[in-house]
């Protein structure tokens, strides 16, 4: 699933609100960040290595902002004693074990359909929330003045951009949750992940960026590299890759008998992530990054989009990679792919039907959508997903992901 974001810096909000707290008999205040579109918490507290993770858990049950000022691993530890609290509560919180059997009651009946996914999300959300109350402080330079902190600088430049710039400039606070998100994210980037269609070691690494869906679900990409291409094959052979994310089906089609790749997105981050990765695998065809919404200009053989799999509402912009609204980006898709298709040309779309178990979308549904784009079904390759989650029956969905199927649908004109 992509995120659909040349520029040289990262996006940043378009506002950073101020947060306010006491220190020292004196009223003290920073600029609010949250690349998940948090909003900051109305009353902060200073905290250290005194409180208790007891205290900790019901101020940030209640919405309150824990502004750490002690030992920087003591508040990871802190943030592990919540989760700790959050998924194991306590024997007096009644409401919360209530919470959980509705939660379990809806995985085992399934009816209503999708009412256990809902619940999920609302449990994942209140989760987020509470951990997200332990917050840090950072200098103008990124820097953070605790002990034990790490040097996030680097982490945090590529994730928020050069700092002392814009309007962000100047001190600012964050959740600690978020800037370990950021600092890993910062990692995956320096490592890469190895994606075997790409050839071999060690010149087959794409490199996600901050926000940028990382590829680590092969069968989606192995489905792309192994699906038959079409047997018309015109003067000039264009593949386009809509919302290309990391750009990993864009270099994955342009070590195939593809003249040119031409792959858009409308994320900023993305589009930088793509043209990185593009560059330095030094790839046999051209492949060309350009900012569009959904389809660039002209006609292609093959036209490949993998949209977010589940039509719900994204929670946080940066779960925009996984949740497709009223499934906007695939209807977009279905509803233009005929008028950008040479002739014999086909639309492969990239899909889970996980949607489908969870009851969130039909198989009808699916399958009048492309009716009404004019499209007709060729075939359709299927792959089994062998992510971890697949395996652990622990989790509230298993019963949907042990059933998921990954396809590549091929499409064309009617």
Request: aromatic content about 6%.
């Amino acid at each position: 699933m992509p995120t659909s974001v040349p520029v040289s810096t990262a996006a940043a909000p378009a506002a950073h609100p101020l947060i306010h707290w006491t220190e020292a008999s004196a009223t003290r205040s920073a600029r609010w960040r949250s690349e998940r579109g948090a909003l900051p918490p109305k009353r902060v507290v200073l905290a250290d290595d005194t409180m208790s993770a007891d205290t900790a858990y019901r101020l940030a049950c209640e919405g309150t902002g824990l502004l750490w000022r002690g030992d920087f691993q003591n508040a990871r530890q802190l943030v592990q004693a919540l989760a700790r609290r959050i998924d194991k509560p306590p024997k007096a919180s009644k409401q919360a074990r209530v919470e959980r059997k509705k939660i379990a009651d809806a995985a085992v009946s399934g009816v209503p359909a999708g009412q256990a996914f809902h619940l999920h999300r609302q449990a994942q959300s209140q989760r987020a929330r509470v951990l997200g109350m332990v917050l840090i402080e950072f200098g103008a330079d990124y820097s953070i003045a605790l002990r034990r902190a790490p040097d996030a600088k680097p982490a945090c430049t590529e994730a928020w951009g050069p700092a002392g710039e814009g309007e962000a400039a100047g001190a600012c606070v964050a959740s600690l949750r978020e800037l370990m998100g950021v600092i890993s994210a910062h990692e995956w980037r320096k490592k890469g992940v190895e994606i075997p269609a790409l050839g071999k070691a060690p010149n087959n690494r794409i490199h996600p960026h901050y926000g940028v869906f990382s590829p680590v679900r092969g069968e989606y990409v192995d489905l792309v590299a192994n699906a038959p291409l079409p047997t018309i094959r015109p003067g000039k052979f264009v593949a386009f890759d809509i919302g290309t994310g990391t750009g990993v089906l864009s270099a994955v089609l342009a070590l195939r008998d593809i003249d040119q790749v031409v792959a858009t997105d409308q994320d900023p981050r993305a589009l930088e992530c793509a043209r990185e990765n593009i560059y330095r695998l030094r790839l046999p065809n051209p492949v060309k990054v350009m900012r569009a919404d959904l389809f660039p200009e002209g006609l292609a053989s093959v036209i490949v989009c993998n949209p977010p799999w589940l039509p719900a509402r994204p929670g946080s912009p940066l779960e925009g990679a996984v949740y497709d609204e009223d499934s906007r980006m695939l209807l977009g898709f279905l509803e233009g792919l005929a008028k950008h298709l040479a002739p014999g040309g086909e639309g492969w779309l990239i899909l889970s039907d996980f949607a489908e178990h969870l009851g969130l979308r039909s198989r009808s549904e699916l399958l009048a959508a492309i009716e009404a784009g004019g499209l007709k079904v060729l075939g359709r390759i299927d792959a089994t997903p062998d992510h971890p989650k697949v395996a652990d029956e622990s989790d509230t969905l298993h019963m949907a992901r042990a059933a998921e199927l990954t396809s590549l649908w091929r499409l064309a004109v009617i």
